[in-house]
T-cell receptor, first 116, second 114 residues
Framework: ETGVTQTPRHLVMGMTNKKSLKCEQH?????MYWYKQSAKKPLELMFV???????ENNSVPSRFSPECPNSSHLFLHLHTLQPEDSALYLC???????????????FGNGTRLTVT | AQKITQTQPGMFVQEKEAVTLDCTYD???????LFWYKQPSSGEMIFLIY??????QNATEGRYSLNFQKARKSANLVISASQLGDSAMYFC???????????FGAGTILRVKS
């Protein structure tokens, strides 16, 4: 399997549920990202991991908890979400570059999350 | 802070014609990168083309070309010979001088008519 794979593709959860989104990349990259895409808003960067270490948390509420056990896997643990958290959550990977980042991000198909 | 502006919410183009999608940016970095992505209805973001701020030649990738005007801070995407499969959302994005954390514009929906 190649590229970036996200599971599940669709998820419906109640506000009291706990669920996790999974992302796996087969590109040999060393950086992974979570983005949130809401209707009528630009993609919002949530978290960045470089070599398994979190290097960016873009003021994301604590009800979103990322985990990166190795450079190929990234999780987003969800608990006590709100209806406004309903969105498409996109995972991406790239080669990390300290300067002049010209390595494109490769995205997965996303998880369409609906919070009821 | 970096900012990307895409002023065209939606565009229509006739099949086989060329279309230009606008993108302007704002940054104080001396070195940066500019990207275009395509997002079909399936949701996947597909990388199309990259332009470095110090690249003198405009980037081209098949039917895609990037019209880079540094003084105007614009990086417009030109799609030649449009195809029905080009119908999608298109995003312009920028990477900073250090690292490759991308900032995205709001996107432009392109519809190709037969």
């Amino acid at each position: 399997e190649t590229g970036v794979t996200q599971t599940p593709r669709h998820l419906v959860m109640g506000m009291t549920n706990k669920k996790s989104l999974k992302c796996e990349q087969h590109l040999g990259h060393n950086a992974m990202y979570w983005y949130k895409q809401s209707a009528k808003k630009p993609l919002e960067l949530m978290f960045v991991y470089n070599f398994k270490e979190q290097t960016e948390n873009n003021s994301v509420p604590s009800r979103f908890s990322p985990e990166c056990p190795n450079s190929s896997h990234l999780f987003l643990h969800l608990h006590t979400l709100q209806p406004e958290d309903s969105a498409l959550y996109l995972c991406a990977s790239s080669q990390w570059q300290a300067e002049r980042g010209d390595s494109p991000l490769h995205f997965g198909n996303g998880t369409r999350l609906t919070v009821t | 802070a970096q900012k990307i502006t895409q002023t065209q919410p939606g565009m229509f183009v006739q099949e086989k014609e060329a279309v230009t999608l606008d993108c302007t940016y704002d940054t104080s970095d001396q070195s940066y990168g500019l990207f275009w992505y395509k997002q079909p209805s399936s949701g996947e973001m597909i990388f199309l083309i990259y332009q470095g701020s110090y690249d003198e030649q405009n980037a081209t990738e098949g039917r895609y070309s990037l019209n880079f005007q540094k003084a105007r801070k614009s990086a417009n995407l030109v799609i030649s010979a449009s195809q029905l499969g080009d119908s999608a959302m298109y995003f312009c994005a920028m990477s900073p001088e250090y690292g490759n954390k991308l900032v995205f514009g709001a996107g432009t929906i392109l519809r190709v008519k037969s």
